[in-house]
């Protein structure tokens, strides 16, 4: 399966038009969409839609920068699939994720983001290949030296500890795009706004 994930688009039509563009020209099978759609709610138009009109599926998770409602209502009016707390197979691998953050706007404790990536793997735990989503990174990963504001999240280590997904896509410190760092056997990716191609 071929993936193109990104984050942290912040309300950037021409980025989005980018981003589908180029998921059309390497004939992606899937796009994921890892949180910070839009910047402080302003504006849903234009985010999700050019991936759609590309024949793209989409799976989106909401980051600190939109609440679980506009990922939902984003995820409905584009037949994309919001995995906060959720989880969906598709081939032989499964996706579950947890949008939001452990800071700003829209944030979620650590209990709470852990308990909604649990949610989601109980259901496809029996599934081999397995990748989790996520806005923000892992505490103790290379991510977070990248940053002086945004402490990586106890909550998503845990869930690497526990849960031992194969991968795990993120973004949320700009900074860090397209850095790469492993945790056990879990392959970690802050995929950043230019997004990146992914072959499983």
């Given at each position: 399966?071929?993936?193109?994930?990104?984050?942290?688009?912040?309300?950037?039509?021409?980025?989005?038009?980018?981003?589908?563009?180029?998921?059309?020209?390497?004939?992606?099978?899937?796009?994921?969409?890892?949180?910070?759609?839009?910047?402080?709610?302003?504006?849903?138009?234009?985010?999700?839609?050019?991936?759609?009109?590309?024949?793209?599926?989409?799976?989106?998770?909401?980051?600190?920068?939109?609440?679980?409602?506009?990922?939902?209502?984003?995820?409905?009016?584009?037949?994309?699939?919001?995995?906060?707390?959720?989880?969906?197979?598709?081939?032989?691998?499964?996706?579950?994720?947890?949008?939001?953050?452990?800071?700003?706007?829209?944030?979620?404790?650590?209990?709470?983001?852990?308990?909604?990536?649990?949610?989601?793997?109980?259901?496809?735990?029996?599934?081999?290949?397995?990748?989790m989503v996520t806005h923000v990174h892992p505490k103790g990963?290379?991510?977070?030296?990248?940053?002086?504001?945004?402490?990586?999240?106890?909550?998503?280590?845990?869930?690497?500890?526990?849960?031992?997904?194969?991968?795990?896509?993120?973004?949320?410190?700009?900074?860090?795009?397209?850095?790469?760092?492993?945790?056990?056997r879990t392959r970690i990716i802050n995929v950043g706004k230019?997004?990146?191609?992914?072959?499983?």
């Amino acid at each position: 399966m071929k993936i193109l994930a990104a984050s942290d688009i912040h309300g950037d039509t021409t980025l989005a038009r980018a981003l589908a563009e180029r998921a059309e020209k390497e004939k992606v099978d899937l796009v994921i969409l890892c949180g910070d759609l839009t910047f402080q709610e302003q504006s849903t138009e234009n985010l999700v839609g050019p991936f759609v009109k590309k024949n793209k599926k989409v799976l989106l998770i909401p980051g600190n920068h939109e609440t679980i409602a506009t990922a939902d209502f984003l995820a409905e009016m584009y037949d994309a699939t919001n995995l906060h707390g959720y989880s969906i197979k598709i081939g032989n691998i499964v996706f579950f994720g947890c949008g939001s953050s452990n800071i700003g706007l829209f944030q979620l404790s650590e209990d709470e983001i852990f308990s909604l990536l649990k949610m989601g793997y109980e259901k496809i735990k029996d599934v081999k290949k397995k990748i989790m989503v996520t806005h923000v990174h892992p505490k103790g990963s290379i991510i977070e030296k990248f940053s002086d504001y945004f402490e990586g999240s106890s909550g998503v280590r845990k869930a690497i500890d526990k849960l031992k997904p194969d991968l795990l896509l993120c973004g949320h410190v700009h900074e860090a795009e397209g850095i790469e760092d492993e945790i056990g056997r879990t392959r970690i990716i802050n995929v950043g706004k230019k997004g990146k191609i992914i072959e499983v």
